[in-house]
Structures are given as structure tokens and as C-alpha cells.
């Protein structure tokens, strides 16, 4: 990807958010949420309910924080590789601190009558927002050690349907709007998008 092509991507994805969150704040119901809601509904006891309710778990902060650990010892102890380890630890942290502030400052309350337990407030989602960041960078260090070009597109294929199935699984859950979920994603791809390129652009100077 050239820098132009890098830069026009994360303003795209800016402007999403940003109009999103400026919809979200006028406190009026939203045509597109209700839509994708029933879109996506499920009842309770049913296979699809169980389906999304342990998706959903993947994009825990308990999962997460779990699975960062692994990669940061892995990093640290296999590969021996600091400049990437402090690069994931320092990305996955910033993210879920700024998904945190986001949300304390837009204030959005969840949905009623979720079907499963949650807390905080709704806007963005940070399973959306941090999901994303953390499964690509994952991708990213398995994609970055395999050599063969359909295996590459085969595992970022992967990875970009778990973190679709996360995001909808909040909404099958009914803890989170569908909009939160799209801010969630847009956030958090200009994110990763600008974390792997000061990570490509800084590790050819600190190395």
C-alpha cells in the first residue's frame, strides 16, 4: 500500500467515525440500527444464539488481555524480537484506553433487554474497536512469517471473518447497536492502519 493509498484509507475511515459519532450524539433513533437489529436477531435457546454468544466471547478483554500476553512472551522469549513486542503491547493498551475515553465522553446507554450480562457504556464497541486491533496485529505476525502468497490472503481471509462475526455477534447479542459496531470498525482500522505503518516506518530507524 502507498502512502497515498494509507492516507486516503484512514481519513475514510475518520470521517465514518466521526459522522457516526456526530449521529449518535443528536440522541435520535437511528433507521439503520433498527434495521440491522432485526436483521440480526436471534431467540434465546436456539443454535444461533448459542453460536453468537460464544463468538462474542473472543472479543473479551479477558480473552484479549490473555492472548496479548502470549504474543508479548512469545516475542520476548522465541523470537526475541522487542521492537514488535513493545509495538503490540503499546498498540493494544493505547487502543483499549482510547476506546474507554470514547466512550465515557459520548456516553451512549447499551440496548435494552440484552441477552447476556454487560456493563459501560455503548459507543463504540470496543470488541469491534479493540477486536480488530488485536486479531490483526495477530495476522499480521503469522502473515509476516509465511512465504506463500495464497496462504497469506487465506489467513488475513480468516481473520477478517472472525472480527466480522464478533462484531455481530454484539448485535445478536443485543448489547450493542449496530452503529456502535461500524464505529467500532472504522476507529479501529485507521488505528492498526497507522500503527503498522509507524511500526514499518520507526523499526527501519530503531533497528
Same mark, same amino acid.
Given at each position: 500500500?502507498?502512502?497515498?493509498?494509507?492516507?486516503?484509507?484512514?481519513?475514510?475511515?475518520?470521517?465514518?467515525?466521526?459522522?457516526?459519532?456526530?449521529?449518535?450524539?443528536?440522541?435520535?433513533?437511528?433507521?439503520?440500527?433498527?434495521?440491522?437489529?432485526?436483521?440480526?436477531?436471534?431467540?434465546?435457546?436456539?443454535?444461533?444464539?448459542?453460536?453468537?454468544?460464544?463468538?462474542?466471547?473472543?472479543?473479551?478483554?479477558?480473552?484479549?488481555?490473555?492472548?496479548?500476553?502470549?504474543?508479548?512472551?512469545?516475542?520476548?522469549?522465541?523470537?526475541?524480537?522487542?521492537?514488535?513486542? *513493545?509495538? =503490540?503491547?503499546? !498498540?493494544? @493498551?493505547?487502543?483499549?484506553? #482510547?476506546?474507554?475515553?470514547? %466512550?465515557?465522553?459520548?456516553? $451512549? &446507554?447499551?440496548?435494552?433487554?440484552?441477552?447476556?450480562?454487560?456493563?459501560?457504556?455503548?459507543?463504540?464497541?470496543?470488541?469491534?474497536?479493540?477486536?480488530?486491533?488485536?486479531?490483526?496485529?495477530?495476522?499480521?505476525?503469522?502473515?509476516?512469517?509465511?512465504?506463500?502468497?495464497?496462504?497469506?490472503?487465506?489467513?488475513?481471509?480468516?481473520?477478517?471473518?472472525?472480527?466480522?462475526?464478533?462484531?455481530?455477534?454484539?448485535?445478536?447479542?443485543?448489547?450493542?447497536?449496530?452503529?456502535?459496531?461500524? *464505529?467500532? =470498525?472504522?476507529? !479501529?482500522? @485507521?488505528?492498526?492502519?497507522? #500503527?503498522?505503518?509507524?511500526? %514499518?516506518?520507526?523499526?527501519? $530507524? &530503531?533497528?
Amino acid at each position: 500500500m502507498n502512502k497515498y493509498s494509507w492516507i486516503a484509507l484512514v481519513l475514510l475511515c475518520m470521517l465514518l467515525f466521526f459522522f457516526l459519532m456526530h449521529q449518535v450524539q443528536r440522541e435520535e433513533a437511528l433507521a439503520f440500527d433498527t434495521y440491522i437489529t432485526e436483521l440480526f436477531s436471534v431467540g434465546e435457546n436456539t443454535f444461533s444464539f448459542t453460536f453468537f454468544k460464544s463468538i462474542t466471547y473472543l472479543g473479551k478483554s479477558k480473552f484479549i488481555g490473555f492472548g496479548s500476553l502470549l504474543c508479548v512472551l512469545y516475542l520476548w522469549i522465541v523470537k526475541k524480537d522487542y521492537w514488535t513486542m *513493545a509495538v =503490540f503491547s503499546i !498498540g493494544i @493498551a493505547g487502543g483499549d484506553v #482510547l476506546n474507554e475515553w470514547i %466512550k465515557n465522553h459520548v456516553k $451512549r &446507554v447499551r440496548p435494552e433487554n440484552h441477552l447476556m450480562e454487560t456493563a459501560g457504556f455503548s459507543f463504540p464497541s470496543g470488541h469491534a474497536m479493540v477486536g480488530l486491533i488485536f486479531f490483526s496485529m495477530v495476522a499480521y505476525l503469522i502473515m509476516k512469517g509465511i512465504k506463500g502468497t495464497s496462504l497469506k490472503w487465506a489467513v488475513g481471509i480468516c481473520f477478517a471473518c472472525l472480527i466480522l462475526l464478533i462484531g455481530v455477534s454484539r448485535i445478536a447479542m443485543k448489547v450493542h447497536f449496530p452503529t456502535d459496531i461500524l *464505529a467500532g =470498525f472504522a476507529l !479501529g482500522a @485507521a488505528y492498526s492502519l497507522t #500503527l503498522f505503518t509507524l511500526y %514499518k516506518f520507526l523499526g527501519s $530507524r &530503531v533497528l
